[in-house]
C-alpha cells in the first residue's frame, strides 16, 4: 500500500512538472527523478521556494508585471523614462528587455494577443487598462509614446493594429519594433543585442 501512494504521489509530481513551458511527459520524469533523489539540495528548496512565490508574488495592478510589490519595482522607479511605455505580450518579453538593458522605460504586459480561434478577445487582454494609462500625461512636457514589443507573428501583428485603432483620437506617439526582428520569433529567444538594436531603430507604426 505504501508504495501505491508513494506512486501516485511521484505521478502527481510527474504530471504537474510536465505542464511547464517545454518540458514533455518524458522530461518530465526524468526532471521529478532527478529531485527525488536531490531531495535536500533541490526538492526541499525548490517547494520552499514555490510556496514563498506563491504566498509574496503577485501581478503588478498597474502594468501586468509580476512582483511582490505593487505597484512593482519598475513602476515605481523615479529614475524610469515615465513619457515611454514598452507594450508586451508576456512578462517574459519584459525580462528579455530588461536583460538586454535596451530601454530605460515602463512596461505594459498585455497577457498574450488576439487569437479568435482560440477565443482570446480584447476582453482577455490587459488593453483596457493600456488605454487607460496612454490617456494619462507623460513624463513632464514629453509627449508619451508607446513602444509596441509586440512578437512579429500574426497574432502579434493583429493585436499591435487594434491598439492602434483604439489609440486613433489620443495624443500619443506610436512606434513599433524595427523588422530586423525575424518574422515567427520570439522576444524571449532573441540575444540582446538583437533586441537593443530592434530598440533603437523603431519606426513609426
Same mark, same amino acid.
Given at each position: 500500500?505504501?508504495?501505491?501512494v508513494?506512486?501516485?504521489?511521484?505521478?502527481?509530481?510527474i504530471?504537474?512538472?510536465?505542464?511547464?513551458?517545454?518540458l514533455?511527459?518524458r522530461?518530465?520524469?526524468? %526532471?521529478?527523478?532527478? /529531485?527525488?533523489?536531490?531531495?535536500?539540495?533541490? *526538492?526541499? &528548496? +525548490?517547494?520552499?521556494?514555490?510556496? $514563498?512565490?506563491a504566498?509574496?508574488?503577485?501581478?503588478?495592478?498597474?502594468?501586468?508585471?509580476?512582483?511582490?510589490?505593487?505597484?512593482?519595482t519598475?513602476?515605481?522607479?523615479?529614475?524610469r523614462?515615465?513619457?515611454?511605455?514598452?507594450?508586451?505580450?508576456?512578462?517574459?518579453?519584459?525580462?528579455?528587455?530588461?536583460?538586454?538593458? %535596451?530601454?530605460?522605460? /515602463?512596461y505594459?504586459?498585455?497577457?498574450?494577443? *488576439?487569437? &479568435? +480561434?482560440?477565443?482570446?478577445?480584447? $476582453?482577455d487582454?490587459?488593453?483596457?487598462?493600456?488605454?487607460?494609462?496612454?490617456?494619462?500625461p507623460?513624463?513632464?512636457?514629453?509627449r508619451?509614446?508607446?513602444?509596441?514589443?509586440?512578437?512579429?507573428?500574426?497574432e502579434?501583428?493583429?493585436?499591435?493594429?487594434?491598439?492602434?485603432?483604439?489609440?486613433?483620437?489620443?495624443?500619443v506617439?506610436?512606434?513599433? /519594433?524595427a523588422?530586423g526582428?525575424?518574422?515567427?520569433?520570439?522576444?524571449?529567444y532573441?540575444?540582446?543585442?538583437?533586441?537593443?538594436?530592434?530598440?533603437?531603430s523603431?519606426?513609426?507604426?
Open positions: 500500500m505504501a508504495n501505491k508513494s506512486g501516485s504521489e511521484i505521478e502527481a509530481l504530471q504537474l512538472l510536465a505542464k511547464l513551458p517545454g514533455g511527459p522530461s518530465a520524469r526524468r %526532471a521529478a527523478l532527478h /529531485l527525488i533523489k536531490k531531495k535536500d539540495a533541490l *526538492l526541499y &528548496p +525548490l517547494a520552499n521556494a514555490a510556496r $514563498e512565490a504566498e509574496l508574488v503577485g501581478e503588478c495592478s498597474t502594468c501586468g508585471n509580476v512582483d511582490t510589490s505593487d505597484p512593482c519598475i513602476c515605481q522607479d523615479p529614475r523614462d515615465h513619457s515611454t511605455i514598452v507594450v508586451v505580450e508576456d512578462v517574459a518579453d519584459l525580462w528579455a528587455l530588461e536583460r538586454a538593458k %535596451a530601454v530605460n522605460s /515602463l505594459h504586459v498585455l497577457g498574450g494577443t *488576439l487569437s &479568435p +480561434l482560440d477565443g482570446i478577445g480584447p $476582453e487582454l490587459n488593453i483596457d487598462k493600456l488605454i487607460d494609462r496612454a490617456h494619462q507623460g513624463d513632464g512636457e514629453k508619451l509614446e508607446l513602444i509596441l514589443a509586440v512578437n512579429a507573428t500574426v502579434g501583428q493583429t493585436t499591435a493594429h487594434y491598439i492602434t485603432d483604439r489609440l486613433s483620437g489620443i495624443d506617439k506610436i512606434t513599433r /519594433l523588422h526582428v525575424p518574422v515567427g520569433g520570439e522576444l524571449d532573441l540575444d540582446e543585442g538583437t533586441l537593443a538594436a530592434a530598440i533603437k523603431r519606426s513609426d507604426f
